[in-house]
């Protein structure tokens, strides 16, 4: 799964596979080469890995539920919504 995040700098948008290890410069913004997470270099890139890979896993596993013949079909945007509140609970609780 794709993962886009946008630059605190220049505020362009971006792929976060763009500032992993095979990018032309890793743990930077791939348009304006500020650096990401300073303090984070060592784990950075295995977050975004951890990231994308749990993405693609958790479409894949509604995708299957999605092909069963279960009787009942899956509110995705309530997923959706959900997925997003609690990524800005997150966010709120770290900043406090």
Do not use: W
């Not at 948008?13 to 095979?22: A, C, D, N, R, V």
């Not at 060592?42 to 951890?50: G, P, Q, R, Y």
């Not at 509604?62 to 919504?81: A, K, S, Y």
């Amino acid at each position: 799964m794709n993962i886009e995040a946008a630059c605190g700098t220049c505020n362009r948008t971006f792929l976060l596979e763009q500032i992993g290890p095979e990018s032309d410069d890793p743990g930077r913004c791939p348009f304006c080469g500020t650096r990401f997470g300073r303090h984070y270099t060592t784990v950075l890139d295995e977050a975004v890995n951890d990231a994308e890979d749990a993405g693609r896993r958790f479409v894949s596993a509604l995708g299957r539920l999605q092909g069963m013949e279960t009787g009942f079909e899956i509110d995705v945007d309530g997923v959706v919504e959900n997925i997003a509140e609690q990524v800005r609970a997150h966010e709120r609780k770290a900043a406090s």
